[in-house]
């Protein structure tokens, strides 16, 4: 069986370190979110995950990639950029600007969750693995983050022709720009994915000194899938910020994933890398239904989700679910419905009526026929007939049919 190479949590994923069901240890570098001025860019990892990695098989992507590829579907990633040059990429990364080059990795990390191919020795592979990549900048080159970097660069990836955009900044505020460039991407049914809270902080915080629970821009906003990272357990990381609006879970705890140079890998953690998951899972949805607008397609990552206190992320079950005729614009009710099925009337009813016919009348004159050659004649040998009703009646509902002389009996005994 397939060895499942399961990302350590916290301390393992600090260390950099992935260990495989065999038992054996791969130590990958840590994916940073950002590089300070002064230092190198993010270099290519040599270090390569040989083994199926544990979120790779928590989302049964063998089994969804028998229903789907993520073909003609481009994700918008806003993030540091995207190298073009990352093998298992190659060919289908386009750039708006200068995105086309990475030197956090943290943009290349995510575009490779959404559409990574699988290469030569290598069993990890993206979710929608023949998807476009369209790489816009929602920082800095070096990773800074502001509202008005990430809302133009919604707005670049909607404008550039992206179906799905995920976004990797989880911002403490709210802006008109962020708003006004999420409405522009509803109104062109573009669905926005968005990291639900920031990613976990580089040093170890206590749970006394952990955030409170708040929303975080723009996964709060209106119209957002928002997305919260598990880890291989399914719960939530130790030290993890925390907040009361997201709407699905996906693996984001030392996840594995490729770097901007090489065909090495890295290992990462955080909701930034959850959304590049949910990301993918939609583009693999707008490949099997490219009827479903924008709204349906989260309402069918949602509803097939796996049952928990933030569902969890299941693109098997997305992908295969039967949707009803009118999924694509109406209400929730992406998989078919539990009730029967009936026929609308003006096209079967009358149809139905008229094949019934010739079998009701036909019933009707077998029972015609029983009764005047079976009931009729014993009823007349008993002696039965209809009573009158009495004088002083004046209404007809006390007429009875009785066996005759049962009257006389009554009386007399009365």
């Known amino acids: ?43 290519g990892s040599d270090r390569r995950a040989t083994d199926v990695p544990w979120e790779q098989v928590s989302l049964q992507l063998d089994r969804a990639w028998q229903s789907a590829s993520g073909a003609g579907v ?7 950029g995207v190298s073009a040059s990352a093998p298992a990429l190659k060919g289908r990364v386009s750039a708006v600007g200068d995105a086309g080059t990475d030197c956090v990795g943290h943009g290349t990390f995510v575009a490779g969750l959404v559409a990574a191919s699988v290469q030569d020795g290598v069993r990890f592979a993206g979710v929608a693995r023949q998807a476009r990549v369209l790489a816009v900048r929602g920082s800095d080159a070096r990773g800074a983050v502001t509202a008005a970097r990430v809302a133009d660069g919604i707005r670049a990836a909607v404008l550039g022709g992206a179906e799905v955009v995920t976004v990797s900044a989880a911002l403490t505020d709210d802006s008109a720009a962020l708003r006004s460039a999420v409405a522009l991407a509803a109104k062109k049914d573009v669905l926005v994915v968005a990291a639900a809270v920031p990613d976990p902080p580089t040093t170890a915080v206590s749970a006394s000194r952990r955030p409170a629970a708040r929303d975080y821009y723009p ?16 719960e939530r990381p130790t030290g993890a910020y925390t907040t009361d609006s997201a709407e699905i879970a996906a693996p984001g705890d030392g996840v594995v994933g490729i770097g901007p140079a090489k065909d090495g890998h890295y290992i990462g953690s955080g909701a930034s890398l959850a959304a590049g998951y949910v990301a993918g899972a939609a583009a693999l949805v707008r490949s099997v239904h490219p009827e479903l607008t924008a709204a349906r397609t989260a309402d069918l990552l949602r509803s097939s989700a796996y049952p928990a206190d933030v569902p969890r992320l299941d693109p ?7 949707l009803t005729p009118n999924a694509a614009t109406a209400g929730r009710g992406d998989v078919a419905p539990d009730s029967p099925v009936r026929l609308p009337a003006d096209k079967a009813a009358g149809p139905l009526r008229r094949a ?21 004649p014993r009823g007349r040998r008993l002696g039965w007939r209809p009573s009158r009703p009495d004088a002083s009646e004046n209404t007809p509902e006390t007429a009875t049919t009785v066996p005759a002389g049962a009257g006389a009996r009554g009386n007399t005994e009365g």
């Open 316 to 322: 098997y079950a997305a992908v295969t679910s039967v």
């Open 74 to 80: 481009t994700v918008g990633v806003v993030d540091t």
């Open 219 to 234: 996964a709060a906003d209106d119209g957002v899938l928002s997305v919260l990272d598990v880890d291989v357990d399914g």
């Open 356 to 376: 019934l016919w010739p079998t009701a009348a036909g019933l009707g004159v077998i029972i015609a026929v029983v009764w005047a050659g079976l009931v009729l």
């Open 1 to 43: 069986m397939t060895a499942l190479l399961v990302a350590a949590v916290l301390g393992a994923a600090a260390a950099g370190t992935a260990t495989a069901a065999e038992g054996s240890t791969v130590r990958l570098p840590v994916l940073p979110s950002r590089v300070d001025a002064g230092k190198p860019c993010t270099a």
